[in-house]
């Protein structure tokens, strides 16, 4: 499994960017799919993520109302789109692919120890 993210850039508070992640393989649509992210000097923490149909989404409350995880099986894509931007989301955002589980308590969706494949990142810049 190869997961590939795109979309950062370097764009000004209140801004908006889309973070895209493809994964290769044709089991995409059986898993869970998260976003996180990591800024300088910080721990990876957890950003948002979305079951295998899409009905289901999560949130990190830092970023509630403003981004929006959603994904695309036909396409094997997982989105963030990311609104009204802060400073404070400056970071390297890494898309990833959560294991298999019976859990259904919300930290198994935002742990990133229940994660194990890991796209390379994609770092966004906001200005202030």
């Known amino acids: 499994v190869q997961l590939q993210a795109c979309g950062g850039g370097l764009v000004q508070a209140g801004g908006s960017l889309r973070l895209s992640c493809v994964a290769s393989?044709?089991?995409?649509?059986?898993?869970?799919m998260g976003w996180f992210r990591q800024a300088p000097g910080k721990e990876r923490e957890f950003v948002a993520a979305?079951?295998?149909?899409?009905?289901?989404?999560y949130y990190a409350d830092s970023v509630k109302g403003r981004f929006t995880i959603s994904r695309d099986n036909a396409k094997n894509t997982v989105y963030l789109q990311m609104n009204s931007l802060k400073p404070e989301d400056t970071a390297v955002y890494y898309c990833?692919?959560?294991?298999?589980?019976?859990?259904?308590?919300?930290?198994?969706?935002?742990?990133?120890?229940?994660?194990?494949?890991w796209g390379q990142g994609t770092l966004v810049t906001v200005s202030s």
């Open positions: 990833a692919r959560r294991r298999p589980t019976y859990r259904s308590d919300s930290s198994a969706y935002t742990d990133l120890h229940s994660y194990d494949y």
């Open positions: 393989g044709r089991t995409f649509s059986s898993y869970v």
């Open positions: 979305i079951n295998w149909r899409g009905e289901s989404t």
